[in-house]
């Protein structure tokens, strides 16, 4: 995914795809951003307790943990009620 | 849950999708407008006929034409650049769908429209002075029309005063249709950006109070 999006988007895109255990190159891949911004997102989201480090001999990979799911479950719910809620561009 | 919003989801994205396809034709209308005002002031120059300074005029319409044209085209091609990846996406869909995958939808359209933002907004205004533009000039050839039928032996004239005048009319009406589209298209996608501001104040709160 491109495009200009919030970091709250970017967060739920790297939440969505943890839902199993993705190495780090994968995941900077996936949501398409650079080594430096990738680590300062799993960071943070390591931090506030959302992405587990599972390390298995040299390999690192990052899982979504439970409270990952209450976040993805808000944006969710908050995300589709713009479409449920604004009347839409139809021709 | 999400059939409501995908429906709906579908149905935006269609017609944001045929919306731009319009316009990219009419932005190739204007264009090719523009080109044959300068032909047929080059070939009159060299055939010598009628004023200089009218045929100069001619030609710099014809030039205008061929910038608003282009810049037209330049900028319908852009924002559907973005679209046909989400298009390809969704099209290439594997039912059932799931709430993630409608998400990550809707996350793509608000990207692309935070991008293209300034170009929609810039689409709108060239879409209105094209389609004013065009209005004028139908109404220059219903006046040049009357005057034409007006002298003796007019008559095929006048018919085809009123033929070019239609052409014009119809396109300066359908533009600033575009442009009242386009108009509709950002209104609802400026309030669901107001929405996203005000969401992303419940998902910092939820996140600082881990």
Redesign the interface.
Known sequence: ??????T??IY??IL?FCKTPKFFTGIINRCDLNSKTGQEYLGLLVG???LSVIKEGEKTTYAATE?AA???A???R?????????????? | ??T??EK??S??LT??F??ILLNIAFGALVMAFGLQFIIMSALAVTGGQTSDVLQVIRGAVGVAGVVLGFSWLYSSTKIMR?LK?IRREYRNRAAPVS??T???W???M???Y??NRSTIRWMTLICSFGGCIYLALGIVNIVQGISAGASPGGMVMLGLFFFAAGINLTIGIVTLLLST?FR??SA??D??LA??SQ??D???S??DQ?
């Open positions: 995914m491109t495009g200009r999006r919030s709250f988007e739920w895109e969505v506030k307790g959302y409270k209450e976040y993805i808000l944006f969710s908050l995300y589709q009620s713009l479409f449920d809620e604004i009347p839409g561009f139809k021709l | 849950m999400t409501g919003v709906q989801f149905d935006e017609s944001f045929v919306l973005g990846g709430d993630e409608v998400i990550g809707i996350v793509e608000m990207a692309h935070r991008e589209w509709r298209y609802s996608w309030c669901r929405e996203v969401a992303e419940s998902l910092r939820a996140m881990r």
